[in-house]
């Protein structure tokens, strides 16, 4: 039989491919088109997973089926009904146009056809490869940002940038690594916290005062007790009277840092680098990291003010 296809079974749905290879590097691998793309499982197609070459149907197929279209009733109609005579009929079939001439049908007619759909069944050997109970789906996607082509662009983060180990991503079909071992790196630790940062924190709490591909700060905003004035010279003034001047302006707020961070590519001078993150499943890694995000913003936007005891001396919760 020539048409086979590989499923997985699993107690949330089904998934399937027609690739037998897993070498990445191969023609195949990088060229194959599935011939069940157009196949409907019980009346629906399939859906695409994260996972080249595999794709996800509801449950095992009781019924496969292919639809076929055909062209029939092929032929010109009239554009202007004012114009139909003997010699210039409403209808003209297709195959009978060279009676009329190019210039006619092209300037006085318009192409129409009817097609017809039909379901035929489709003959295919199911291989059934794994039976898995307990599984997991994982919306796995976080938005990071990184340097590409000297512009900062936001980039997704899915279950197929996630790593797993060497002998795992051999022996286990990639649409069920979701199940295993898995990492992110510092660099992809680095981008999903970069961005979220930037989308979640409060202006009016903190500012980031450093935002590159290498190193990020974030600095508390926080109201002084009192006012103070302060002085300076402006040492950029264009000649010496100028820049001898004295300047008064008026502080009402502190920055203080509450967080910076580098990765472990760039290891930017000063910074802390920040860690991969490691969980026994892409389940446990995605709690992880929205773990790390929530408990993140949350310590950078929460209020804080000077001490009216010790006149602004120390630091407390505004709350």
């Known amino acids: 039989m020539d048409n086979k296809i590989m499923l997985i079974k699993t107690d949330k749905c089904c998934f399937i491919s027609d690739l037998y290879t897993n070498k990445k590097d191969s023609y195949d691998y990088n060229y194959h088109t599935p011939m069940f793309k157009n196949w409907l499982f019980d009346g629906k197609k399939c859906t695409s997973t994260w996972a080249r070459h595999w794709y996800r149907i509801e449950k095992y197929p009781e019924i496969i089926t292919e639809e076929h279209t055909e062209t029939v009733h092929k032929r010109y109609e009239i554009k202007d009904k004012k114009y139909i005579a003997d010699s210039l009929p409403a209808v003209i079939p297709y195959e009978n146009k060279n009676d009329y001439g190019e210039n006619v049908i092209d300037s006085l007619y318009e192409f129409k056809k009817d097609t017809i759909t039909s379901q035929q069944n489709v003959d295919v050997e199911i291989e059934t490869v794994l039976e ?63 961005q979220y940062v930037r989308e979640h924190i409060d202006k009016e709490q903190a500012s980031i005062t450093s935002d590159y591909d290498f190193c990020f700060t974030v600095k508390k905003i926080i109201p002084l007790y009192e006012p103070e004035t302060l002085s300076y010279h402006n040492i950029f003034a264009r000649t010496k009277k100028e820049r001898e001047k ?12 509450i967080f910076e961070m580098t990765d472990d590519i760039n290891h930017y001078s000063g910074y802390s680098v920040i860690e991969g993150l490691t969980a026994n499943s892409e389940k446990e890694l995605k709690e992880k990291v929205d773990l790390w995000l929530t408990e993140l913003i949350k310590k ?7 001490c009216d005891k010790c006149k602004g001396t120390g630091i407390i919760d505004k709350d």
């Open 132 to 194: 898995v109970e307990n599984f997991h789906e994982v919306l796995f996607d976080f938005t990071g940002i990184h340097r590409w082509n000297y512009e900062e662009r936001p980039y997704h983060i899915t279950s197929a940038n996630v790593h797993h180990q060497l002998i795992d991503e051999i022996m286990i079909p990639q649409v069920l690594l979701t199940e295993y071992p898995c990492r992110l790196t510092s660099k992809q630790m680095y981008d999903i916290t970069r």
């Open 300 to 306: 950078i936007n929460k209020p804080l003010c000077t």
């Open 246 to 257: 004295v300047h008064f302006r008026v502080a009402k707020y502190k920055e203080s840092t």
